[in-house]
């Protein structure tokens, strides 16, 4: 594998500088190498391969040490680090001068590992309902993990993600575990409560705050825990959810002669036409909530028989608004892809749960420099450019470091550069953090 790292991105360098993070300094270190590596890399991330881009070419089992040894905690990256990505997206949400909301996504997601893979203490079969049918239920073997995305304004980034385990699986690991280094089972509403639980105390009054999430989530527990910090819920509703005591499937029925109201929303990519949908509103209670709720019954055509139901707190909204609100949880999709297929975040190969923990926080660090550097790019040009071409960005600019350093011996600086000019002529992100 080529060396690409000669010298550290001082873009980086910089960002994690800011975080002030309370680790040692070789700790720094390791992170750092690991954060740069990941960003470069574009094959599959083990500490090994990560390790063999660094022009230093450190032992990867000192990288391997620093996840599974080093007396280092996840908060110690992660408390600083939503601290700091909270204030300053606020601040530059602020500095555009207009009204704005506060969405907070909540999802899970599943990763997929090889069905060899055993001794992983997060991996194990997990329920798959993305590919399980009436019929049959599917399992895979992998990784499941909660998160929480949130958009300030235009700015968005990936606040938080939390591993989940079975029940079962959480029995069977305690049995190998001395009683003070047991796990405690935890749902993924409590995981996902916890998440908002931390954005509270970092959000500061005033601001107008959505919670959107799935039918998956829309349970009680969490409207109630929601409403209870005078949040709005926006969430997707299963069928035989009950409003004034009947289902809204029934409901939908009964409104069969009413007339629809045509709505458009936003094309969530460039190379797509904006959805069009029909939809019919109804306002009433769901069952053990004291707050009223506006629904939503969305359908693609006039003679679509499995309509969408959606629910939302604030009856001030529209069902347009209602519907382009929560399309806002897209973005949880694409923090998705970019950690799985950019970032290497199913990629660990470490067997105890507290390192696979921390492997997933510096990854989580990875993506937010990534969305810090897309939002202040915004912030000058307001313009949708894809995280991809800040990852591409990244890597070019080790590039030209890799070059320079091979023709120093043999030219003049200012002919390096010109050298280098001519070479990289494709437009690429403006380097501004």
């Known amino acids: 594998m080529l060396t690409t790292i000669v010298q550290h991105s001082q873009d980086l360098v910089t960002f994690i500088s800011a975080l002030n993070v309370a680790l040692y300094q070789p700790q720094i270190r390791h992170l750092l190498q690991v954060v740069d590596a990941l960003l470069t890399s574009n094959e599959r991330k083990t500490i090994s391969g990560l390790y063999r881009l660094l022009k230093s070419q450190p032992d990867p089992k000192s990288g391997a040490d620093f996840f599974r040894e080093s007396p280092w905690k996840v908060e110690d990256i992660a408390s600083v680090r939503k601290r700091w990505m909270v204030t300053k997206f606020l601040e530059l949400a ?174 969530m990519n460039e190379n797509r036409k904006a959805p069009k949908y029909f939809t019919r509103s109804i306002k009433g209670h769901l069952t053990d909530i004291f707050d009223p709720v506006h629904v939503i019954i969305s359908k693609k055509g006039t003679r679509d028989k499995s309509p969408k139901y959606f629910a939302c707190t604030d009856l001030s909204l529209s069902a347009q608004q209602v519907l382009r609100y929560y399309q806002k949880r897209w973005a949880v999709e694409v923090d998705n892809t970019y950690l799985k297929n950019a970032l290497g975040l199913g990629d660990f190969r470490l067997q105890s749960f507290e390192a696979i923990e921390k492997w997933f926080a510096v990854v989580v660090l990875a993506i937010n420099y990534l969305q810090y550097r897309m939002a202040l790019a915004y912030s000058i040009i307001p313009s949708k450019v894809p995280l991809a071409d800040f990852i591409r960005q990244h890597r070019l600019e080790h590039f030209k470091s890799l070059l320079r350093s091979v023709l120093e011996p043999f030219a003049k600086p200012q002919q390096i550069e010109t050298c280098l000019k001519e070479v990289f002529t494709a437009s690429s992100p403006q380097s501004i953090i």
């Open 94 to 267: 602020g500095k555009l001068h207009v009204p704005f909301a506060i969405f907070a996504s909540i999802d899970d997601s599943l990763g997929k590992k090889g069905k060899a893979t055993r001794h992983l203490e997060a991996v194990d079969y997990q329920h798959n309902h993305t590919e399980s049918t009436r019929k049959k239920q599917a399992y895979t073997n992998g990784y499941i993990f909660v998160e929480l995305h949130l958009q300030i304004g235009p700015f968005g980034f990936l606040f938080d993600t939390r591993l989940y385990l079975r029940e079962k699986t959480v029995r069977r690991l305690n049995r190998k575990r001395p009683s003070g280094k047991r796990l405690a089972f935890r749902t993924k509403y409590a995981l996902a409560r916890q998440m908002l639980v931390e954005l509270d105390a970092l959000l500061p009054k005033g601001h107008k705050v959505y919670v959107l999430f799935d039918s998956w989530y829309a349970s009680k527990k969490l409207i109630k825990f929601c409403r209870r910090k005078r949040w709005h819920v926006i969430c997707a509703l299963k069928s035989n959810r009950r409003i004034d005591k009947v289902s809204v499937s029934r409901h939908n029925q009964q409104l069969r002669h009413k007339p629809y109201k045509r709505i458009t929303l936003e094309a």
